[in-house]
T-cell receptor, first 118, second 112 residues
Framework: EAGVAQSPRYKIIEKRQSVAFWCNPISGHATLYWYQQILGQGPKLLIQFQNNGVVDDSQLPKDRFSAERLKGVDSTLKIQPAKLEDSAVYLC????????????????FGPGTRLTVT | AQSVTQLDSHVSVSEGTPVLLRCNYSSSYSPSLFWYVQHPNKGLQLLLKYTSAATLVKGINGFEAEFKKSETSFHLTKPSAHMSDAAEYFCVVSTGGFKTIFGAGTRLFVKA
């Protein structure tokens, strides 16, 4: 079974530029997550999709970050314009269903995209 | 509201000695609880999970955790540490299907 794919793996941009990350989840997984992991911290959930609908984006800085999941499969996370504090690893994860509740589905993580903003 | 607190940012043990990584949580609903491990330059991997079934949960590589509702804790243990256990460990709480929160992480060092 293929895992969660992310690209690019590394990206260096200057502040105020824009950047986009792509994620291809495991086939058949309904739930897709984007996390931001700043060095030395735990991942912070930015947005969670159930199929192609957003179920939680409460921690997404909507003035500069946007995300979409077209057709309930692949997803793209965009930052425009980038700030120095956006330097982090951006992780994509997927699961068959929601992580909470009685089923408690495991999340499968991609390798991440390391973003450096200079 | 929900939150998760990992009580130690760093834990150092000798190879062959027990491991204890502590995690406390708060949740307004019945939570699902997870432990994930992150080895250097590798992706996050599930160690084990609790989803309201047995309170003592066994995971991969000899790890286990016990859900204690009265203490709101979900500590991770292993009887005997191995060098390959050196990594970052994250306690995670999910409730109501919508909210997933990671702890700040505990880095485990294993001395030969």
């Amino acid at each position: 079974e293929a895992g969660v794919a992310q690209s690019p793996r590394y990206k260096i941009i200057e502040k105020r530029q824009s950047v986009a990350f792509w994620c291809n989840p495991i086939s058949g997984h309904a739930t897709l997550y984007w996390y931001q992991q700043i060095l030395g911290q735990g991942p912070k959930l930015l947005i969670q999709f159930q199929n192609n609908g957003v179920v939680d984006d409460s921690q997404l800085p909507k003035d500069r970050f946007s995300a979409e999941r077209l057709k309930g499969v692949d997803s793209t996370l965009k930052i425009q314009p980038a700030k120095l504090e956006d330097s982090a690893v951006y992780l994509c994860a997927s699961s068959p269903g929601l992580a909470g509740g009685r089923n408690g589905y495991e999340q499968y993580f991609g390798p991440g995209t390391r973003l450096t903003v200079t | 509201a929900q939150s998760v607190t990992q009580l130690d940012s760093h834990v150092s043990v000798s190879e062959g000695t027990p491991v204890l990584l502590r995690c406390n949580y708060s949740s307004s609903y019945s939570p699902s609880l997870f432990w994930y491990v992150q080895h250097p330059n590798k992706g996050l991997q599930l160690l084990l999970k609790y989803t309201s079934a047995a309170t003592l949960v066994k995971g991969i590589n000899g790890f286990e955790a016990e859900f204690k509702k009265s203490e709101t804790s979900f500590h991770l243990t292993k009887p005997s540490a191995h060098m390959s256990d050196a990594a970052e460990y994250f306690c995670v709480v999910s409730t109501g299907g919508f909210k997933t929160i990671f702890g700040a992480g505990t880095r485990l060092f294993v001395k030969a």
